[in-house]
T-cell receptor
């Protein structure tokens, strides 16, 4: 157990809908990362937050947004969902932005 | 931008040694990480290199050459449970310490 908690574990929703994925980082970790992993693909970096502020942005679609709250948990919002958004979404946290990242178990999103 | 290359697949025999290579091109290099990922599961941290040289941790070792943009992960005394994907990741301090992953190398260990 990495100490990073993601909810829900599984999510099935229809095209056009909006969902929110939640991540609780390890206790004391200030940095949160979000990644998308499609079937048999690598981890695609979406966005990073550090102590509530956006630190780095990857290939995140405009339909996607995220935030990190004062208690350091983070949410990833996915809207106007398309079939191609079906993937595993991982959250990771680290104490600072320079140390190794610890991953949650992921949320498997299926868009039908 | 960043470019991280690893072989897509490798096969090795139980008890043997395997070396998984990773080459990268990036500005603002600030560390290289190796992760192990079993199918459908979360990546787990294996090793970290920021200076040139070899880091050993049990059956796993990782090497880095910053001048060559090259790293390898060495797995010794392979076990069946080592069958997994191995992900090379580079941290870039020009992009807020973004951690970018390569496509991963799927290792199959055969009896």
């Amino acid at each position: 157990d990495s100490g990073v908690t993601q909810t829900p574990k599984h999510l099935i929703t229809a095209t056009g809908q909006r969902v929110t994925l939640r991540c609780s980082p390890r206790s004391g970790d200030l940095s949160v990362y979000w990644y998308q992993q499609s079937l048999d693909q690598g981890l695609q970096f979406l966005i990073q937050y550090y102590n509530g502020e956006e630190r780095a942005k990857g290939n995140i679609l405009e339909r996607f947004s995220a935030q990190q709250f004062p208690d350091l948990h983070s949410e990833l919002n996915l809207s106007s969902l398309e079939l191609g958004d079906s993937a595993l979404y991982f959250c990771a946290s680290s104490p600072t932005g320079t140390s190794e990242a610890f991953f949650g178990q992921g949320t498997r999103l299926t868009v039908v | 931008g960043q470019n991280i290359d690893q072989p897509t697949e490798m096969t090795a025999t139980e008890g043997a040694i395997v070396q998984i290579n990773c080459t990268y091109q990036t500005s603002g290099f600030n560390g290289l990480f190796w992760y192990q990922q079993h199918a459908g599961e979360a990546p787990t941290f294996l090793s970290y290199n920021v200076l040139d040289g070899l880091e050993e941790k049990g059956r796993f070792s990782s090497f880095l050459s910053r001048s060559k943009g090259y790293s390898y992960l060495l797995l010794k005394e392979l076990q069946m449970k080592d069958s997994a994907s191995y992900l090379c990741a580079v941290r870039n301090d020009n992009a807020g310490n973004m951690l970018t992953f390569g496509g991963g190398t799927r290792l199959m260990v055969k009896p």
